[in-house]
């Protein structure tokens, strides 16, 4: 599976939106991008998913570069609810069980 | 619809002690994961199953580590003798398959061993 290279820390204000960056220049045309987000003291949550296309849902926006190296993920008016660790994570699709969490982008919105 | 849950929340014991976590997975759901997470390694796969079966268990970290799923609804993970070096957060998670279906976590089981 491919690697994946985040910033170890951003800050947000409150309102704002957030945008998180992750490197996976490795990434191989099978595999799929995910991002899960831990909340301090609670198991890692799912937002989203994608593999080429740019992705939304009631959590947040996915764009991925279209030569997929890398994509940011968009939160897009930040609460303080949202200070968590991000993972982004490069999926090989059906039949993988290895997740690679890394060590994630710790967010924290600022009121 | 409940989520993963994870018994107990919080378990302290003394090095040497048996230690059993307790895992009941979303239903319908056939991929099991028991996950340990500390400051220093973060989150690492410790074992997984598919419909009951063990398929993977190389993150189990010595065979003071054990782990059974006896049927879909249930799955144990086990410690002993317990060790300091053992404390950490343990997560359990779900899912409907692998890869492309997304990880349902507990709320996980914090282990100190004093």
């Known amino acids: 599976d491919a690697k994946t290279t985040q910033p170890p820390s951003m800050d947000c204000a409150e309102g704002r939106a957030a945008n998180l960056p992750c490197n996976h220049s490795?990434?191989?045309?099978?595999?799929?991008v995910y991002w899960y987000r831990q909340i301090h003291s609670q198991g890692p949550q799912y937002i989203i998913h994608?593999?080429?296309n740019n992705e939304t849902n009631e959590m947040a926006s996915l764009i991925i570069t279209e030569d997929r190296k890398s994509s940011t993920l968009i939160l897009p008016h930040a609460t303080l609810r949202d200070t968590a660790v991000y993972y982004c994570?490069?999926?090989?699709?059906?039949?993988?069980?290895?997740?690679?969490f890394g060590t994630g982008t710790r967010l924290k919105v600022l009121a | 619809d409940a989520g993963v849950i994870q018994s107990p929340r919080h378990e302290v014991t003394e090095m040497g002690q048996e230690v059993t976590l307790r895992c009941k997975p979303i239903?319908?759901?056939?991929?099991l994961f028991w996950y340990r997470q500390t400051m220093m390694r973060g989150l690492e796969l410790l074992i997984y199953?598919?419909?009951?079966?063990?398929?993977?268990d190389s993150g189990m970290p010595e065979d003071r580590f054990s782990a059974k799923m006896p049927n879909a609804s249930f799955s144990t993970l086990k410690i002993q003798p317990s060790e300091p070096r053992d404390s950490a957060v343990y997560f359990c998670?779900?899912?409907?398959?692998?890869?492309?279906?997304?990880?349902?976590f507990g709320e996980g089981s914090r282990l100190t061993v004093l």
């Open positions: 239903s319908g759901h056939n991929s």
């Open positions: 994608g593999l080429k």
């Open positions: 199953f598919n419909n009951n079966v063990p398929i993977d």
């Open positions: 994570i490069v999926v090989q699709g059906p039949g993988t069980y290895k997740y690679i």
């Open positions: 998670a779900s899912s409907k398959g692998t890869g492309m279906w997304e990880l349902f």
């Open positions: 490795t990434i191989s045309g099978n595999e799929y």
